[in-house]
Nanobody, 125 residues
């Protein structure tokens, strides 16, 4: 069974870059039809899809975050990562890494995806 684990600093400083990593076990990030997403949920708000890197290395980003977001992968470690530049207090959220069955530009259906437990990021100077 696939497992995903987010890791990275729980505190980000305004104007700097937030960097998170998702470690995947039980499945390969290069296996066909696996799509690896970053999704976040600010306090009191709904889920927000940030972007995806698919098994073939292709990436897509939310239009509202595209200019600040970079998703990459390290196939030797079976990991994929998120970089969010120019962080502001509005970027404080719980960040999830998510596997999906389909290539889509949005939040995948719950029954067609696997989620990490999430990691909380606070933005403060």
């Amino acid at each position: 069974q696939v497992q995903l684990q987010e890791s990275g600093p729980g505190l980000a400083k305004p104007s700097q870059t937030l960097a998170l990593t998702c470690t995947v076990s039980g499945d390969s990030i290069t296996t066909a039809n696996n799509h690896w997403n970053w999704i976040r949920q600010p306090p009191g708000k709904g889920l927000e899809w940030m972007g995806v890197i698919s098994y073939d290395g292709s990436t897509y980003y939310s239009p509202s975050l595209k200019s600040r977001t970079f998703i990459s992968r390290d196939t030797s470690k079976n990991q994929f990562s998120l970089q969010l530049r120019s962080v502001t207090p509005e970027d404080a959220a719980v960040y999830f890494c998510v596997r999906a069955d389909e290539r889509r530009r949005g939040i995948p259906p719950q029954k067609e995806s696997d989620w990490g437990q999430g990691t909380q990021v606070t933005v403060s100077s």
